[in-house]
């Protein structure tokens, strides 16, 4: 099996002149291009408006017909940047807290899976992915009561270890994915040079996993940092995340539009350059390590 | 070839496993048990505190605690219409977003399937709805997007006769379906052109020599070829679009009425405006009998997708 990064066909059209050079096959292609970004614009465009709008004073973000000139301000961010404290630190060690606790968990179990793998892994892969179909949104209420009763309602911890079984089969999945790269016969010379399990894992495994570790990790930050249901029903103030203070950013009346863009657009940024940047890790991290 | 094999090389990995010392085989489950018990605590306890729930009367707001009262919540269950409706939106819901998202996240991966110019930023751009915080997605589509007073939409759908259109109000089930689509789609799109691009090139340049046509060649080999990457992104969308909620929460509260009320919303009223915990307990149970039969499905899907390469 070898595993290649995806193949840009778009290489292999023959060099030789051939119908497709025609001013028809020109047009179309042109018509193709200018129609992809067409689109890749509407895409965006909910977000682009998201951006524009927070720099928006208060009085032109809600204007018939909707306003494109007006002069920017920092104002609304200002506002934002001095509510959102407490909130994005409860996020935040939400999210590391979480991604480190599924880190140490899900390498071992990836290991067991993969390179010494016990009897029945495919039976472990399939629990663990099974837990991702019983949706934890069933169980709300009770899970509720158990939080409450352990003392744990409105603790950053319930986060930590709620998410951490959230992106815990995920990483378990993405992880063995990697750590079957390493090629078997690179683990046999080591193991013939007599090394043990330990150099086993420091020397041959984790410089071939370690990039996957990465991806891994952005995968489950994603997740963790854009989670909702779970800290909406399991804190209120004290442990409240960032969605939670975008909620708390729409008031019963007045002006909030120019309010509610920036607040967005700074909870929703951190994510999305961690997206741009791990673009390739994305695919593999979604499709649980299926696609390279 | 971009899936992978999913077999790990047991060859190297020391005795085979018939040979396996009891030594040998628990040194093997120790790195697994850690995982393996916090994700049986952390998942499986709370459905069987649910089970016991669910035969209780217990409102969590009132004093007096809890008791038993036989399957009386399971009657006003099953005999409840809100939630009946629920399960069934929730299906049809799940069906046509996920059917949209694969249709067009297709349609979007053939698109930047070749190269031109400024490809990488407009997959850039089409990828973003995806790392969208869903909370803010949802805030915003709601407000600066739909509003009907100030919309963007509506400004952009003015000259096609779209006036001050509540589309909340008046469109809230398709609309949410629109939200949750745009939000979804890209994680197909990158599935599918993942696929796309693991397509051997000098196939196609075969059946192009051979004067295929660009049509028949999709039809013929390109479709067969993404079978497994449509049927892996149909599966693991409809694993995170049936439990969608924050849309839900944020722009329509489940309705008006009860129109976009879903099984995630249903719960999450009974919890935290019923106080209900004995009849979410077995709503819960109903939902998760229905899951376990549909994932049950799911997981020989599942199966056969990822072994596809080793039965070839």
């Known amino acids: ?292 | 070839m971009a899936v992978l094999e999913q077999a790990p090389p047991t060859a190297p990995a020391g005795p085979r496993p018939r040979a396996m010392s009891a030594r040998e085989k628990w040194s093997r489950r120790l790195p697994l048990l850690p995982a393996l018990l916090y994700t049986i605590i952390v998942t499986q306890v709370p459905f069987l505190v649910m089970i016991w729930y669910s035969f209780q009367s217990y409102y969590w707001n009132e004093p007096g605690g809890s008791w038993f009262n036989g399957v009386s919540n399971y009657a006003h269950v099953f005999t409840d219409p809100d939630f009946l409706n629920a399960i069934v939106r929730t299906v049809t819901m799940t069906v046509i977003a996920v059917l949209l998202t694969v249709i067009i996240g297709t349609a979007l991966a053939v698109l930047l399937d070749r190269k031109f110019p400024g490809r990488g930023v407009v997959r850039t751009l089409i990828i973003t709805p995806f790392l969208v915080m869903p909370a803010a997605a949802a805030l915003i589509w709601q407000g600066p997007m739909l509003d009907p007073n100030f919309g963007l939409l509506n400004y952009l759908l003015a000259p096609f006769g779209v006036n001050h259109e509540a589309w909340l109000s008046n469109h809230a089930y398709g609309t949410v379906i629109v939200v949750m689509v745009w939000q979804w789609m890209p994680f197909m799109m990158l599935i599918v052109l993942a696929g796309l691009q693991s397509q051997p090139g000098d196939v196609l340049e075969a059946a192009k020599v051979d004067g295929a046509s660009a049509w028949s060649t999709f039809r013929e080999l390109t479709v067969p070829h993404l079978r497994p990457y449509l049927e892996l992104g149909i599966l693991l969308g409809t694993i995170y679009l049936v439990t969608t909620f924050d849309q839900i929460r944020l722009m329509t509260q489940g309705g008006p009425g009860t129109q976009t009320t879903t099984l995630p919303y249903y719960l999450y009223e009974k919890v935290n405006y019923a106080f209900d915990i004995g009849g979410s307990a077995a709503a819960g149970v109903v939902t998760v009998v229905l899951t376990i039969i549909v994932a049950s499905f799911a997981l020989r899907m599942f199966a056969r997708v990822f072994q596809f390469e080793e039965a070839r």
């Open chain 1, 1 to 292: 099996m070898t595993a290649i990064a995806p193949v840009d066909n778009s290489n292999t059209v023959p060099a030789v002149p051939t119908k497709s050079t025609s001013g028809k096959a020109v047009a179309r292609k042109t018509g193709l291009t200018l129609g992809a970004w067409i689109v890749g614009l509407i895409v965006f465009l909910p977000i682009g408006w998201m951006v524009i709008t927070a720099f928006k004073p208060e009085s032109a973000a809600e204007t018939w017909p909707p306003r494109f000139t007006f002069s920017p301000t920092l104002s609304e961010f200002t506002i934002v940047f001095s509510g959102m404290g407490p909130y994005i630190t409860n996020s935040a060690i939400a999210t590391i807290g979480s991604t480190i606790l599924v880190l140490v968990l899900g390498l071992p179990a990836a290991y067991a899976l993969s390179v010494r793998p016990v009897k029945r892994w495919r039976d472990g892969l399939f629990f663990f992915i099974s837990t991702k179909m019983l949706p934890v949104v069933a169980a709300i209420g009770p899970l509720y009561i158990l939080v409450l009763r352990t003392g744990l309602l409105d603790s950053i911890w319930a986060l930590i270890i709620l998410y951490a079984a959230m992106n815990l089969p995920l990483a378990i999945w993405m992880l063995r994915s990697f750590m079957l790269e390493v090629p078997s016969e690179t683990l046999e010379a080591a193991r013939l040079d007599g090394a043990g399990r330990i150099r086993e894992i420091t020397e041959v495994i984790m410089p071939v996993v370690s990039p996957g570790l990465v991806s891994t990790a952005l995968i489950c930050v994603i997740f963790a940092w854009n989670e909702l249901f779970l800290a909406l029903n399991l804190t209120v103030t004290k442990a409240a995340t960032m969605p939670m203070f975008l909620i708390s950013s729409v008031p019963q009346e007045g002006l909030y539009i120019a309010h509610l863009s920036a607040a967005a657009t700074v909870a929703s940024v951190p994510v999305i350059i961690v997206g741009w940047i791990a673009q390739r890790s994305l695919v593999r991290g979604l499709s649980m390590g299926a696609i390279k």
